[in-house]
Structures are given as C-alpha cells and as structure tokens.
C-alpha cells in the first residue's frame, strides 16, 4: 500500500508521537500502526469511539478511512431516516431530465460548470461522479428547502461523495450545514459570513 496516497497524517517524531510507538503485540509502528488504531476503534462499536476518536485525530488520519472517520465522529448529529434519500434521488434524477428543473437547477449547474469542468471532471469514491454529486444538490434542495442551493455548496457535497457514498454524503451535508450552526453561511444572508470573516482577519493580524 502506498503510505502518501493513503495517509495523511501530521508529521511527529517517534519520541513524542504515542502512535510511533512499537506495538508489543504486533510488532507494528508509525503509519502500520496508526491505521491498526483506526481500524480496531471503527469495528469496536465502543460507547466511547468518538471520545477515543478526537484524541487519535491530531496523529493523523488514514485517507481510506476518511469517510468512516467523518461518518463516526458525525454520528450524533446526522438524522438519516430510511427510505428519504431513495425517494429524494428519484425525484431529483426527474428534475434534472425536465427543461423546468426547479428554481435552484440554474445556480447549480453554473456553479458545477464553474468547479468542476469537462476537462477535469470530477471523480468521487467508487466510481462516483458528476452525476452523483448534481443528485445529491438536487436531493439536498429539495430536503431543506429554506435554504435549497448557494453558491459553493458544490465543493462541500464533493468532497463529502470522495469519501463516502451518495446517501452518506447526503446526510453529512444536511449535518453540516443544519446541526453544527453554519446554516446561516448558506442563506441569502450573508452577515454571518462577513462577521466571521472580520474575526479571522483580525485574529491573523493579531497573532
């Protein structure tokens, strides 16, 4: 397995990374050892994975776990329910054939245009590609209709559909932008945004 296309994790010297660390049992250090870590915690099923899962973060995570890792960490805040994404997709699968495709068909496919062109098209984990990713916007806009599509939101649900399949990434991006308090950065409303933005520039001219 190539370790730089499957790890990315933060650089730490043996002396004072835990995970560098030969294992007694296996034999096992650095990278081989850190992905034994994440894959144990992943199948445990512990109460406590997500506990243990923040405090394994800052060593690094392996890329094939990725998905998974979000998926886990993101477990008390996404609300899948059954049969939603399926009935979501094939509403959107006809939306996407119509001349009339709804009011945010417009803003997404210039938006997909803008990021993610012909010449570079986009590939998603398991062979997914730009087809999955303009479903999960149109399954997206019609689930949360307050807030449908804003610009961007493309490369969020992208990066999500690397790592995960479409129905996880679609409820990681209702997660995202509905449960962890950043709705108002995808509304018309864009103070949020600006007041955020002012804090960062002032914290980096600050330190």
Not at 114 to 122: A, I, L, T, V, W
Request: charged share 20%.
């Amino acid at each position: 397995m190539d370790s730089a296309s499957s790890y990315h994790t933060t650089p730490t010297s043996e002396a004072s990374s835990p995970v560098a660390k030969r294992d007694g049992a296996t034999g096992l250090t650095g990278e081989p050892l850190l992905f034994q870590q994440w894959t144990q915690l992943l199948t445990s099923h512990s109460s406590r994975s997500t506990q243990k899962a923040r405090k394994l973060m800052p060593q690094g995570v392996p890329r094939v776990l990725r998905g998974n890792i979000w998926l886990l960490l993101a477990q008390d805040r996404m609300q899948p329910k059954d049969g939603i994404f399926p009935e979501l997709r094939m509403r959107a699968e006809g939306m996407i054939a119509s001349p009339s495709a709804g009011p945010y068909a417009n803003l997404i496919e210039q938006d997909l245009a803008r990021h993610f062109r012909s010449d570079k098209p986009f590939k998603g984990a398991n062979g997914t590609g730009i087809k999955e990713l303009r479903i999960v916007l149109y399954a997206f806009a019609q689930h949360c209709p307050t807030i449908g599509y804003t610009e961007g939101m493309c490369l969020v649900a992208g990066l999500l559909l690397m790592h995960m399949s479409p129905e996880d990434a679609f409820w990681m991006l209702d997660a995202v932008i509905n449960h962890y308090g950043i709705a108002a950065y995808f509304s018309n409303n864009t103070q949020q945004v600006r007041v955020h933005a002012m804090v960062i520039d002032e914290l980096f001219r600050l330190h």
